[in-house]
């Protein structure tokens, strides 16, 4: 007989190394240990769950556990290996749509196995304690995966149609009156919830809960746009750890309620942090579609110039700020800029990289590519810290980016007005490597291309950093 005081003991200490590891999420230079923390914790919890239930009415079905726990453990890792560091928030929103996916399929079976074996509780209390949690584990489950596969398919930026291989680009749709059918289908998704506490044995609330629910989660993200999709995908991570919590309720687990209540506020908080970097209220990023319905047509032109012409530049400055953006993780381009740096360092350069808080397309997503590139943590600089020094800066390098460094956001206007940018046009002289003139996700053409201190280096990231890098050496 185990004393049931060491399961809560198992319990602590997984919400201690989960608490643990969140802490250490907050620095690049401790995140991978905080991920061993958590990791770490989830371990712990699983078995000290398995020996509780092996200690009570025993496990029916050792197989199903093995075999989930083997075939998941695959998946993930392959997952892992695979997944290249431009698909990352993808690979995210995925994560996120399974795990409310978890959630909502052990409410679902939860409800039906309690109709199909008659235990539904008779006391009114419990039922609708029960029933509730249930209803709101489902319900917040089924959004967030609905939600989240269309998050991931509109970062991709499409998908491709089974057998015919046609790609399709995944559209930003909102019409008008299309917040008004989300409301309508919160209001028929809760009223669901209720007759499911009014007639408990009744399945068709419950399969009715399911289709508004999942419907609810794709017409909550398709009219959003791609320059508040980092906000969209903090918020859907809040999700499914709220969804983890109400399905820690329905059976019974505190250690899913403790893990779950950490992810929904620490995802919450995350949303809030994203909001305040692009000055969005969250109600304005849920209600109202910014960026990618329609599209600015660019008119002006730029001549292109040479990495040789750059290279000529670089001689002679003295200090130098360098601002990744998206571009820089499709190209694969992190260890040519830090190439770059290393070049500029050795001629006595100051070289420091300014990071916006939603560059790329998840939070941090510049700092984990330039990570990976050993780039020094130091000299990555969150806007805050870094928009005073670029009056003083002889020379900006951009790559890739364009939203986060558009002088039109400072006008208070369009889909990126008022959102605070990185002073790249104060700068005293900017490079720009990009592969055409066109706008960026929220639509808006940018001034700063056309400065007459901007040079274009039209093309590929890796590519023209390795031929900039050549040419320095050579200079």
């Avoid at 949303?271 to 579609?289: E, G, P, Y």
């Avoid at 808080?357 to 870094?386: F, K, S, T």
């Avoid at 890739?400 to 990126?416: C, H, I, M, V």
Wanted: proline share 4%; net charge negative.
């Amino acid at each position: 007989m185990v004393d049931p005081i060491l399961f809560d003991i198992g319990y602590l200490l997984s919400a201690a190394l989960f608490i643990t590891g969140i802490k250490k999420l907050s620095s690049p230079r401790t995140a991978p240990y905080g991920n061993q923390l958590g990791s770490a914790g989830m371990l712990l919890a699983v078995i000290t769950t398995l020996v509780k239930m092996q200690a009570g009415n025993g496990i029916i079905g050792w197989e199903l556990l093995v075999g989930g726990l083997i075939l998941g453990s695959v998946i993930g890792a392959w997952l892992a290996i695979k997944v290249e560091m431009t698909g990352m928030p993808e690979l995210v929103a995925m994560f996120n749509g399974f795990g409310g996916a978890a959630s909502a399929l052990v409410a679902l079976s939860e409800v039906l196995a309690r109709i199909k074996t008659g235990e539904v509780p008779t006391d009114m209390l419990n039922l609708w304690a029960i029933w509730i949690a249930i209803g709101l584990s489902s319900l917040v489950g089924w959004i967030t995966l609905t939600g989240s596969l269309v998050a991931m398919f509109k970062l991709k930026g499409g998908f491709t149609i089974p057998l015919t291989k046609k790609w399709v680009r995944f559209p930003t749709w909102g019409p008008p009156w299309l917040n008004f059918v989300k409301v309508s289908l919160l209001i028929a998704s809760f009223a669901f919830v209720v007759m499911t506490v009014r007639e408990p044995e009744n399945t068709l609330w419950v399969w009715s809960l399911v289709g508004s629910s999942c419907l609810l989660g794709v017409l909550f993200v398709l009219p959003i746009g791609g320059a508040d999709m980092p906000v969209v995908v903090s918020l859907l991570n809040s999700l499914s750890g709220v969804a983890a919590a109400f399905t820690g309720f329905v059976i019974n687990n505190n250690v899913l309620i403790i893990a779950g209540s950490m992810v929904g506020a620490a995802g919450l908080v995350l949303t809030f942090i994203m909001c305040k970097a692009m000055n969005r209220q969250l109600i304005d990023v849920l209600f109202k579609s910014f960026g990618g319905s329609e599209k600015e047509t660019v008119t002006r032109t730029k001549v292109g110039s040479d990495a040789e012409e750059v290279a000529m530049m670089c001689d002679g400055i003295s200090t130098c700020i360098i601002i990744p953006g998206y571009g820089m993780a499709v190209s694969q381009s992190q260890h040519a800029v830090k190439a770059f740096a290393d070049l500029m360092e050795a001629r006595d350069v100051e070289v420091k990289y300014a990071i916006h808080p939603v560059a790329g397309r998840m939070p941090g997503h510049m700092n984990v590519l330039l990570a990976e590139a050993n780039v020094p943590y130091e000299q990555l600089i969150e806007m805050d810290e870094i928009n005073s020094e670029f009056a003083e800066c002889d020379l900006a390098v951009v790559i890739g980016a364009n939203d986060t460094t558009n002088p039109a956001a400072r006008s208070g206007e369009g889909p990126l007005g008022g959102m605070p940018i990185l002073d790249v046009d104060k700068a005293r002289s900017i490079v720009i490597i990009k592969r055409s003139l066109s706008v960026g996700y929220a639509g808006v053409d940018n001034d700063l291309f056309f400065m007459d201190k901007t040079m274009m280096l039209f093309g590929d990231g890796k590519v023209m950093m390795s031929a900039l890098n050549t040419a320095i050496k050579e200079y």
